[in-house]
């Protein structure tokens, strides 16, 4: 197709009906979901409006190319009627350079501003689903449905009219010079997909679960939120993508995603020429691709109505029973095992319940993670839950000890004697686990217990709160030590008789502590009382030890030392203040027992009485020598003190020379010859080395 101007105003007349489509789409939505509050619908209604500006940039673009073809056609008949706009024919082409402007710039900023558009509208309606984030507020309420009818009704309108203006817009979109149209039919089919997606959910929720219902409400922000993602990730691609002189650059707004739907046809192109790429032949032009290609669509439907038709048939296992559900009632008893037939799906299905499986529920905290080894030091890799129980027996003494002891005003939990207040009494905290085991024994009182899906979660909530009651009165003593078996029989009794008053149906196997430990940070203070025990009996050995060794050194052995210690305890209970035969002797047998035993102290008291008897022997020699002296004294003083003279002066002159001459006339010789004169001034030194 030749790019004209009457081309361009084509495009133009359709992108103002899309966008008034859009308008009037969006505007019943909005109002419809303003007066029932259906949040979807204001979803669908938000995303369906946003459209609007995607229309609107394609209208002003095209019009200005259809204004650049005027003002080219203008400029050819110039040139040829005269060769004075030769030169200024290209500076007078304000509407090509409007249009290049266009491409350039508010394309990609209007693209931009779409994505931000898309991704808020997407968290702020993903926020309001989910109850509110941040400062967000939930001005709908997703759990009310709204009438089914209406929803219905404006779902299939949006749907076929969006589906049918998209599949005409694509169409034209498969000439070159419509390509951008195909930006404004991928806004006509998501808000397409959302019509559809509301009526799928209606007819889900009236056939029986609300699951589709429920979730639709994160779906559509979701869309909108990945839709927006797209458009940056094209923005960012056509930076670097390569371009042709004279192409007109594809908008970062048109998605490729909701382009796929909006033209289905391309997608069997595309699988086909990939096809051939790699078979390396025409595989689509064999007569089996092409009686395939013819008889799909058949094919498609008879492959449905199989598929459907086999809903007829409901089949409940030898350990199941079976709950009939007619349009979401329940109708009938329970459904032994077997095979039955029913009305297909949506109209009626069949919930089958495991009744001859146990149940496992936990009550407390959950079962350890993959350790190798449970300890009360290590993690579990588990999000453990702390119950709260009594102190133990100890810590409820320690405590009572250190109230009586406070002063008088502050024995009431630290409050004044004059003040009314409560005791807050002291709990611990342990981590346990505690769970139940059950089996359904009645699938209609179990389904009526609650929602599907939701009966563990109720069991779990009733016996949860039974033992929670229950350990708050049990001690620390009792859930650690030899009471668990105990308390398990007990906390099971609880928990039946809760779940028989329900009427739950079911009926309880096991309830039992599993495992039990008080908190990470309390086992290294158990550590810390067996490590301090056990340097208490180090202390006490290593003191064995020492006193072991330190009798043995000083009297042989152990049970020797000690009945010497014993006689010796004896002798300190005697009178010794007179002489006392029976001390005396007691003293003899202490010393001969030590002498006997033959260890240090033996060898210390012989050592002391060698050493008394040298001193007492050497006084004693002295005394009789001065004895001796005094009588050669007496009998000779003069002949005696000579002696004592001379053996003075010999003790003294001893090894020195000495030359005796008269007063007067004296000549002494020398000889110079002696041995003893050159050598002689160390002898002295090393006769006497004191």
Known sequence: MKADYLSFKRATSVCLLGLAIQLVLGLILLIYSVITRDHAALTAALYVLTGIVVWLSLAVVYDQHRRERLEALEADSLKQGSSVFEESGDELRVAAR????????????????????????????????????????????????????????????????????????????????????????????????????????????????????????????????????????????????????????????????????????????????????????????????????????????????????????????????????????????????????????????????????????????????????????????????????????????????????????????????????????????????????????????????????????????????????????????????????????EMRKLVEKKFKEQDAGVEVLFVGIEGVHPPLDTAFDFESVVQSEQNRLGAIEAAHTEETTTLTQAVGSVALARRIVQEIGVLDKMDKTSPNPESLKQQQKIEDLLAAAGGQAAITIQRAKADRWTKHMGVRGQSERYAGQLAAYRAAPTVYTAQLYFDMLASILKGARVYIVPDKGVEVRTNLEDVLTGGSAFQKALENPQ
Do not use: C
Not at 106 to 123: F, K
């Open 98 to 489: 409007r249009v290049a402007w266009m491409h350039k710039y508010m394309l990609p900023g209007v693209s931009l501003a779409l994505a931000a558009l898309l991704i808020g509208v997407g968290y702020w309606r993903l926020a309001g689903a989910n109850g509110g984030l941040f400062w967000i507020k939930q001005e709908m309420d997703p759990t009310k449905a709204p009438p089914r009818g209406w929803p219905i009704a404006l779902g299939l309108i949006l749907a076929f009219v969006g589906f049918v203006f998209a599949r005409y817009v694509s169409g034209m979109a498969k000439q070159k010079v419509w390509a951008n149209l195909r930006a404004g039919a991928a806004q006509a089919v998501g808000g397409a997909i959302m019509g559809l997606g509301m009526v799928i959910a209606q007819f889900v929720s009236l056939a029986g679960p609300d699951v589709v219902l429920r979730y639709i409400h994160v779906i559509f922000p979701g869309l909108m939120i990945v839709l927006g993602a797209e458009i940056v990730l094209n923005f960012v691609l056509t930076i670097y993508r390569p371009r042709k002189t004279g192409e007109i650059p594809r908008p970062a707004y048109d998605s490729r995603i909701l382009g796929f739907v909006a033209a289905p046809d391309r997608i069997a192109e595309s699988i086909g020429g990939a096809i051939n790429y790699q078979f390396g032949f025409d595989v689509t032009g064999s007569w089996f691709y092409q009686l395939l290609s013819r008889s799909i669509t058949a094919l498609v439907l008879v492959g449905a109505v199989v598929v459907w038709a086999m809903t007829w048939v409901a089949v409940v296992q030898p350990d199941e029973q079976g709950l009939r559900l007619r349009n979401g009632r329940l109708v009938g008893e329970a459904l032994r095992p077997g095979a039955y037939l029913k009305w297909p799906w949506p109209f009626e299905k069949v919930e089958r319940q495991r009744v001859a499986a146990p149940i496992r529920v936990d009550l407390a905290g959950p079962s350890p993670g993959d350790v190798k080894s449970l300890l009360w030091t290590n993690e579990h890799k588990v999000k453990e839950k702390q119950m709260i129980v009594q102190p133990a027996a100890a810590e409820a003494a320690i405590r009572q000890t250190t109230i009586a002891g406070a002063p008088p005003d502050q024995k009431a939990g630290g409050a004044p004697a004059d003040q009314k207040s409560s005791v807050v009494k002291d709990v611990s905290l342990i981590n346990i686990e505690v769970p139940v085991f059950y089996r359904i024994t009645d699938a209609v009182k179990f389904d009526h217990l609650a929602q599907d899906g939701m009966q563990d979660r109720i069991l779990q909530a009733l016996g949860r709160r039974e033992v929670m009651t229950y350990l708050a009165t049990r001690s620390m003593d009792d859930v650690l030590g030899s009471g668990r078996i105990a308390a398990s029989d």
